[in-house]
């Protein structure tokens, strides 16, 4: 009697794990809701506009707002989004490199060029020996705000695809870098003389780069925040629902309207 019970309770065990797995599939082919990652400025804004055209497909869309660069990508690698919407490709690129995620580029939506930020002088003529300008400490756009102090003709730095203060071979007027989240750079910009922020968190902190701004980064493509998802899933009917409410008429219309040139799309 204990062996027959025993293989019942086993055979119940395999039902119970086969049952559950037939759902679990079940589930996931019936799974409507897209979850999307994004940032205050101006993902939020743009995937609410868009909400409508997500259901007129059939999906729901959830969104989640970060306030850092870090756990968007952390969230789609772990399978807590669906795609997410942040950041440019060199960024995702030096995050799969570090992190050994395998996330991809689904589609350039819109440039969002970084400027650098004054409160205490009025033009990069303007900055004194030993003033000292705020850096974000990602990587990508700490170098890409040095290649463009360069391009000024305010420093000099050594070759190679990522730079950061410790390369630079000349500085004139002995310029100063303090390195700091991207998100807390807006509340520092007081303490320095001029501060490199994207323009997401710029935006949301109230700052017009046409009054504060002393060097605004010229449009690039390479730079153009991307619909991002795990690779494999970028054909996926998700993801395609998601980037043709993107890359619509209506939120191109909306980013020119909101933000005025701020913020340009480039689909």
Same mark, same amino acid.
């Given at each position: ?132 300008? +705020?850096?974000? $400490? ?7 705000? %040095?290649?463009?102090? =360069? @391009?000024?003709? *305010? #420093? ?38 001029? +501060?490199?922020? $994207? ?7 109230? %700052?017009?780069?046409? =009054? @504060?701004?002393? *060097? #605004? ?51």
């Amino acid at each position: 009697m204990k062996l027959k019970k025993i293989i019942g309770l086993a055979l119940a065990g395999v039902l119970s794990i086969s049952t559950v797995g037939c759902s679990s599939t079940k589930n996931k082919e019936d799974d409507k809701k897209i979850v999307v990652g994004c940032n205050l400025v101006p993902g939020e804004a743009l995937l609410n506009e868009i909400k409508p055209l997500i259901e007129k497909e059939g999906y729901e869309l959830e969104i989640k707002v970060f306030n850092d660069y870090v756990l968007p990508n952390t969230a789609l690698n772990d399978g807590e989004l669906d795609a997410n919407l942040f950041q440019h490709k060199p960024f995702l690129d030096k995050t799969n490199e570090e992190k050994g995620y395998d996330l991809v580029a689904v589609e350039a939506l819109y440039g969002c060029p970084i400027t650098l930020y004054s409160e205490k002088r009025d033009s990069l003529e303007a900055l004194q020996d030993g003033d000292t300008i +705020a850096l974000t $400490n990602d990587p990508s756009n700490e170098s890409r705000s %040095l290649r463009l102090l =360069e @391009k000024a003709g *305010l #420093i000099k730095l050594k070759e190679g695809e990522l730079v950061t203060p410790k390369d630079i071979t000349e500085n004139p007027k002995n310029l100063k870098f303090v390195e700091a989240e991207a998100s807390l750079l807006p509340s520092i910009l007081k303490d320095v003389e001029a +501060a490199f922020i $994207n323009t997401n968190y710029a935006v949301a902190a109230g %700052l017009n780069a046409n =009054e @504060k701004g002393i *060097l #605004i980064a010229p449009l690039d493509d390479n730079y153009a925040n991307i619909i991002a998802s795990r690779s494999g899933d970028e054909e996926s009917e998700k993801i395609k629902v998601l980037k043709n409410a993107l890359t619509s008429d209506e939120a191109r219309d909306f980013i020119n309207k909101e933000y005025q040139g701020t913020i340009v799309p480039v689909f």
